[in-house]
């Protein structure tokens, strides 16, 4: 079948009407056996060792994908290097779609790129809007899956994130992802309650270090909320198809990010932030908004390369964690 790289979450609902199948660079990168290796290829090209590993990572994934002719680069709400990136995949060959969430979150921009979307792969409102609520029954048992990651404790941290971060393109298979995702369902329903740990946000783009989940609970902390991850599944659906993406908050301001952070710290009573973010971003300035925003301790972490947790981090991560406690 037809298959169309994504460099982010967009509407994925108009790439399985098209009958065609969303792949998310992203994730072929950190999945992969041997992420450094994407890394280092990328910069024997020339990219530079202080740019994000995440680009050189989507870069390289999409170069080693021969399936992946077409690519939907998002250049507006994601990554500030989106737009030279669309440059270079366009020169290996690559047909670059581009698509854009406005900063401002301007209702009438929104519909006209969703428009174009829809144009380009030859599909109508409605069917994607079908296609949506098929969707949205998988979204439903991903919000009971984060429901029992706080509320009653069956869930680890690391499981919630790996269920979340997919339902950006639900591994290009639906009904397999929602097989299996009702499977885990059923033995995590089967554990016992679990609430004897510190209950940890972890803020900011998916971290790129394969062991922080487990150190945290190693130590006795949980990360029971995932704000971008979440925010893949598209947690607020109300109102209409162009709705569903103004209300998707990752790509927009980090002050209307904060809306939701703020809320889910009540309602998941959580005892201390981290904020992650990579090396060399632009996010990095929003840990001032949020230490500014929010009444309880928070941790600033970056990563440069897909790797394990360092000493030094360690030792930040557990003194965090002993003040919290």
């Given amino acids: 079948m037809r298959k169309i ?21 992203n994730n072929i990168f950190i999945t992969s056996p041997i992420p450094n290796d994407f890394v280092y290829s990328a910069e024997k090209e020339g990219f530079p060792s202080t740019l994000c590993s995440w680009v050189k990572g989507i870069y390289s994934s999409a170069k080693s994908r ?40 301007n209702r009438k921009k929104l519909e006209e790129h969703i428009f174009e979307l829809l144009n380009y792969f030859g599909v109508t409102l409605e069917e994607a809007l079908k296609t949506a609520y098929e969707l949205d029954k998988i979204r439903e048992k991903l919000d009971y899956l984060d429901f029992l990651s706080w509320h009653d404790g069956k869930i680890t941290g690391l499981e919630n994130h790996l269920w979340l971060v997919n339902s950006s393109d639900f591994e290009g298979n639906p009904k ?47 990360v029971i909320y995932n704000e971008t991850q979440r925010q893949f599944s598209i947690p607020n659906r109300e109102g209409d198809f162009i709705d569903r993406y103004l209300n998707y908050a990752y790509p927009y301001s980090f002050t209307f990010r904060l809306q939701d952070i703020k809320k889910q710290i009540e309602t998941r009573h959580l005892d201390g932030i981290i904020h992650y973010t990579q090396s060399f971003c632009h996010h990095q300035m929003e840990h001032v908004l949020l230490k500014k925003s929010v009444n309880i301790p928070t941790l600033f972490l970056e990563g440069d390369r897909p790797t394990k947790l360092d000493e030094r981090l360690k030792i930040r991560i557990e003194s965090f964690i002993e003040m919290i406690g």
């Fill in 5 to 25: 790289g994504i460099t982010t979450t967009i509407p994925s609902e108009i790439i399985y009407s098209a009958g065609a199948i969303p792949v998310d660079l």
């Fill in 66 to 105: 021969d399936d992946l002719k077409e690519i939907v680069v998002v250049t507006d709400g994601d990554c500030s290097n989106s737009r030279p990136l669309a440059e270079l995949l366009e020169r290996i060959g690559k047909k670059i779609i581009t698509f854009g969430y406005p900063f401002d979150r």
């Fill in 176 to 222: 397999d992802y929602e097989n299996r995702l009702d499977n885990f369902l059923k033995i995590a329903e089967r554990r016992k309650e679990k609430k004897d740990f510190l209950r940890i946000g972890l803020v900011g783009v998916p971290p790129i270090f394969s062991d922080l989940y487990e150190y945290l609970e190693s130590k006795g902390a949980r």
